[in-house]
Structure formats: structure tokens, C-alpha cells
């Protein structure tokens, strides 16, 4: 597996499979071209004899520069459990890391029990936004600590 920074390019890898990837779920709208123009360098994908196997595409926020943001991460269906995203994550943190970064924030929806379940073993600390996506549009509001005393590694 090769774990490598985003190119334009790979947009057209990933929103090809994108909804597939989501049960069949419309989720492309969520996903604009400009991530993969403006923020390559803290966004990855991984891949396996040119197929794609998994993305993370997040960034470092302008108004809160010690933060960052993971916007969209997905797996291939068939890779899940195997450790590639926990990988992604912890690439990201390191480069945020180096960037100034002592925080990283997520969001999913309340439905998403895997994604819960997954940032919470990754140490995440969660919180509910009431109307964040809108009215009536709750979202889990993720946040950890990177720095590295506050690393206590990763439950699996």
C-alpha cells in the first residue's frame, strides 16, 4: 500500500467510487473538486497496484491555526478493519503536527454508529451539535488533543 498527498486528478478516482463506497448513498455533492486543488498537502490517498483503497482529505483552518479538520475519509468496503484508516489519521496528525497544529476536528452524523465508534477508540472526545448542519441537523462534534503528551495511542 502506498500512502501518498492528493492530486487534481485523483478527484475523478474518488468520486467514482464515492457513493458506491457509501452503500449507494449520494454523497459526491459533499465532496467538491476544490479539496483536492487546495488542500494537497494535508490530504491523502492510499492505493494498491493503482487502485484506490482508501482517502482522507482534511486541512489546517485559517482562523484557528493550530487547528485542523478532517473533512471527508473513506475506505474501500473491502479494506475496512484492516487498519487504513487508523494509518490516514495518524499521517494526518503528523502533518498537522509539523504544521502547528495541537487539535484536529471532525464531524459525523448521529446515525453513523461506526464512524462514533471509530473516533472514540481513536481517542477522540465527541459532543453533540444541536441544528449544526441546519435546523434539525444535528452532528457529533469531534476533538482531540495531538500533542504529544496527550498521545496515549490508539485502542483498537
Not at 478516482?13 to 483536492?36: A, N, S
Not at 473491502?78 to 503528523?94: I, V
Not at 462514533?116 to 482531540?144: N, P
Request: aromatic fraction near 12%; charged fraction near 20%.
Amino acid at each position: 500500500m502506498n500512502i501518498r498527498n492528493v492530486e487534481v486528478d485523483d478527484y475523478y478516482k474518488v468520486i467514482e467510487v464515492l457513493d458506491d463506497w457509501w452503500g449507494g448513498r449520494q454523497m459526491t455533492h459533499l465532496l467538491p473538486r476544490l479539496f483536492f486543488e487546495h488542500f494537497q498537502p494535508t490530504s491523502f490517498i492510499v492505493e494498491n497496484d493503482g487502485m484506490l483503497s482508501a482517502f482522507l482529505i482534511g486541512f489546517v483552518s485559517q482562523t484557528h491555526p493550530n487547528e485542523a479538520y478532517i473533512h471527508f475519509v473513506g475506505v474501500n468496503p473491502e479494506l475496512r478493519k484492516s487498519g487504513l484508516a487508523r494509518q490516514l489519521y495518524q499521517k494526518f496528525f503528523d502533518v498537522v503536527q509539523d504544521m502547528g497544529c495541537n487539535i484536529v476536528r471532525c464531524i459525523t452524523s448521529p446515525a453513523n454508529e461506526g464512524s462514533v465508534a471509530f473516533h472514540t477508540r481513536m481517542g477522540f472526545t465527541a459532543s453533540v451539535g444541536v441544528d449544526y448542519a441546519g435546523r434539525s441537523q444535528d452532528r457529533i462534534l469531534f476533538q482531540k488533543n495531538i500533542t504529544p503528551e496527550n498521545d496515549t495511542g490508539f485502542l483498537a
